[in-house]
């Protein structure tokens, strides 16, 4: 298995606006190994999520060259796109995408049903208990505050193991004190786990905690890649 969880050659996203073409993002250079916490930062329509959806699969690229995990997605069929996010990276949104009717633990449940992947309830539970959860397993979206439930989605994004989460403005709907919190939970997991996240965000009181930050604007690197304090 490759160090290099992401590499991107000259990367390019472009779109048409009626007869306008679009450029979201301009031939970025990129390497984030495996065990980084890093954050892609920067204004609204700078290019972060545009950048994460690559990196997600859920998006084409347009020109250049992106790796994930040692192979080249640039060319990809859908099929094959579809195969390499299902197994293998985690999504974190911020509106948490959870269904309503069912509780914490049958949301996490389910998305295992989808991917295929037969898990005992008790693992199930422990993923919960890993996000500060173990009291709310049975509760509804509605009877859980807006950090809970991106804790559960935080839980359901590592249900099938995957190699890395990706987590696009998962704050943003959260007040400051709440955030901070989120924060702590993907530093515990990044610390203790080892495992890779990209974070997408605004915000610089968050974007400036993790060990590396990537600052964008208009589609390009602002910035160099700097470490935090």
Known sequence: MTDTIVKAEK???TYKLFAEEIRAVDNVDIEIKKGEFVSLMGPSGSGKTTMLDMIGCLDSVSSGRLEILGRDVSNLPEKKLVEIRRGKIGFIFQDFSLIPSLTALENIQLTLYF????RDT???VKLLERVGLGKRINHLPKQMSGGENQRVAIARSLAANPEFLLADEPTGHLDSETSQEIV???KQLNVEDGLTIILATHDSSLGLQTPRTIYLRDGKIDKKEKASA
């Open 11 to 13: 990367l390019s996203k």
């Open 122 to 124: 008790s693992e199930t």
């Open 184 to 186: 702590n939970v993907f």
């Open 115 to 118: 991917a295929g992947i037969n």
